[in-house]
């Protein structure tokens, strides 16, 4: 062993022991590795080690070995045991499209029992609006998710999506809100399916007794297997979709009979006073109407059984039957019961069945109301086995979770334990289903979040993978520009659309007869008045006719007003008001502008931020509305202060 006092050569370098403020050295050696315990370090430098001689403690775990280089030939048995992972992968993909959409469609299409009373207490009449384009939304996504699944059909998505394109951690944030995911699904579908039986008959024992059982049922049904589960989910499916079009028909023929009376009445007690307050009731269903979509984040989870080509198909024979039947149902429930009894009633669908068929089509919709609804918690349970399989095969859990049943194939613990997750998660929110909603909501938002966040960071992390089937990037990012600027043009130009629907109502004399337009010739011209009149401020220090002109010029190109005041703040009485400036006011910029009332108003005060907010007060404008030239450095308030809009230097 080298022990001088200089540093020893690279070609006698190995493990550094440090001695004395050198590193002392052992030579390299080939061969086999000497055994022993390894030598360990003392003080040297800024780094700080335990020397053996001072403390009795191994330290051997900290040493990772020594590395050494193989060459091996597989085996015949090797081969083998590589063809048999295949096979046992491939024949794992047994769902055929119809299968693979009745164990996410009874949380999809099952979800009208709780969506529909939800979107109608904050949108009344305007429901079907904002379900139908709740339901459109998942248009954008349906691309998205077929991309990703074309680069990783794997399931436990979009966690497995995360970890092949980003890293661990971020992952790991995916695999918990998925988690949540799943058993807030299974929670609010048995929870939901026990009130609605509870909202029918009289239980003998609690509601969240009759949750837990649905549960407890439901983890038996999962140990027979993924094949066998969805053979089931598709029998509830079928039966659900059979339902439904029968309660379809019944409440079409209904309206038929008593015609559009019912609708008239439930529009004219209903409709907002405004248009504004339409849009925020619309706005309000559209926000709480995506609940009715909730189970589509569960299809990636297993897309690992599902067979090649038929994800696509799985998305689209859930998507249109969710736009059919969420904006078709609320229809007719608008058009047949009477608003007050929507309002007040839990159980809205067997409402409708009772108004339409009597008393047995009600029972027939309650009965298929606690069994698609107890479909959703079969789809929570399968969704997140295979979560916590994929957590298993990347030693984030223990293998005991890859541990499955001969016969059937489940995975017992994962079904078990995640049964017990969702009780305790049940009993800690106090078995009550508002808290588990509103965290289902959330949750619900953010992991349909993770699917465009993972196109992007598979764009530009794995651009090279190789998939079927590309969403273009700049398509998307066209999609939300163009929508979001369509909305802030269409609420920034009012007064100019407004005009365009007051031409096309003129053009067309049957809109003059029609009962709900018959009022436009008055109500459209008196709107565009009230919008226009009103009223933003400039904040004029002199009379420079330049100066005001380009601020006059600034309200007209960007304002839908026709009133302005010119204010102008006299702080000094014994200077007095600019010579020119009620001139100014009068003579040029209105000949200039005509189709602004502009009025000057003359505020004995000094120019300040109470005094500002003195004037927005008594004017009734608020100070963003309040428009001035650029302050100089020497300026005493801050622009926050004043709450005003610069708009020229």
Not at 179 to 198: E, G, K, M, R, W
Request: aromatic residues 12%; glycine residues 6%; charged residues 15%.
């Amino acid at each position: 062993m080298t022990t001088a006092l200089t540093p020893p050569p690279f070609y006698e370098s190995s493990v550094p022991n440090v001695s004395e403020g050198w590193v002392a050295v052992e030579p390299l050696q080939h061969g086999p590795k000497p055994a022993g315990p390894l030598h360990t370090y003392d003080v040297f430098g800024r780094l700080i080690f335990m020397n053996r001689a001072r403390n009795r403690f191994r330290d051997d775990f900290e040493f990772a070995g020594w590395g050494s280089c193989t060459q091996i030939k597989l085996t015949d048995e090797d081969h083998q045991a590589g063809q048999i992972r295949l096979q046992n992968l491939r024949r794992k993909r047994t769902l055929g499209q119809y299968t693979a959409s009745a164990l996410a469609g009874n949380a999809v299409l099952g979800s009208v029992f709780y969506a529909l009373p939800a979107v109608v207490a904050v949108s009344s009449v305007y429901s079907p609006i904002s379900l139908f384009i709740a339901t459109l939304v998942i248009f954008i996504w349906r691309p998205i998710m077929q991309e990703l699944a074309s680069a990783f059909p794997i399931g436990g998505a979009p966690y497995t999506y995360i970890l092949n394109i980003s890293g661990k951690p971020f992952a790991l944030i995916g695999a918990i809100l998925l988690l949540l995911d799943f058993s807030s699904t299974s929670i609010v579908s048995a929870a939901t399916a026990a009130t609605y039986v509870a909202g029918e008959v009289s239980l003998p024992f609690p509601t969240f007794v009759g949750t837990i059982f649905v549960l407890v049922l439901f983890m038996v049904i999962s140990l027979t297997g993924v094949k066998e589960s969805a053979r089931i989910a598709l029998v509830v499916l079928t039966f659900h979709m059979g339902t439904m079009l029968a309660l379809i028909i019944a409440s079409m023929v209904q309206w038929k009979k008593i015609g559009n009376e019912q609708l008239e009445i439930n529009w004219q007690l209903g409709k907002a006073t405004t248009s504004g307050a339409a849009i925020r009731s619309v706005f309000n269903g559209f926000c709480l109407g995506m609940l009715g979509l909730t189970g589509f984040e569960c299809i990636p989870a297993y897309i690992a059984r599902i067979k090649p080509g038929k994800y696509p198909l799985v998305l689209r024979n859930l998507h249109i039957p969710a736009i059919i039947l969420n904006t078709t149902i609320m229809t007719l429930v608008i058009a047949t019961i009477p608003l007050d009894t929507i309002l007040t009633g839990a159980n809205i669908l067997s409402i409708l069945a009772q108004q339409s068929a009597g008393r047995w089509l009600r029972v027939w919709v309650v009965i298929d109301a606690f069994i698609v609804l107890c479909g959703g918690v079969l789809t929570g349970i399968l969704s997140a086995c295979e979560l916590l399989e994929q957590l298993a095969s990347h030693r984030i859990l223990p293998n005991l979770f890859l541990n499955t049943i001969p016969a059937t194939g489940s995975p017992y613990l994962s079904v078990l334990l995640f049964t017990g997750f969702c009780g305790i998660l049940y009993a800690s929110a106090g078995a009550s289903l508002n808290i588990i909603s509103s965290m289902f909501s959330l949750v619900w938002l953010t992991v349909m979040a993770l699917f465009p966040i993972s196109l992007l960071l598979l764009k530009f992390n794995r651009g090279r993978l190789g998939r079927n089937f590309q969403t273009p990037l700049l398509v998307y990012f066209s999609i939300y520009f163009f929508g979001i600027m369509a909305i802030f043009q269409t609420t920034q130009n009012k007064i100019y659309l407004l005009r365009w629907v007051y031409w096309f109502y003129d053009q067309y004399l049957y809109l003059h007869t029609f009962k709900y337009t018959s009022n436009w010739a008055t109500k459209l011209p008196n709107l565009m008045i009230s919008l226009r009149r009103q009223t933003v401020c400039i904040l004029a220090k002199t009379d420079e006719i330049n100066r005001l002109f380009h601020m006059v010029l600034y309200v007209q190109q960007n304002e839908e007003t026709a009133h302005l005041k010119i204010i102008h703040f006299n702080e000094d009485e014994e200077e007095g008001i600019p010579s020119e400036l009620e001139a100014n006011a009068k003579s040029p910029l209105d000949e200039a502008f005509p189709e602004i009332t502009i009025d000057l108003l003359i505020v004995h005060g000094n120019f300040e931020p109470s005094t500002i907010g003195g004037v927005a007060h008594h004017l009734k404008i608020p100070t963003s509305l309040m428009f001035m030239s650029c302050p100089g450095p020497d300026f005493p308030y801050s622009v926050a202060e004043l709450g005003t809009r610069i708009i020229v230097l």
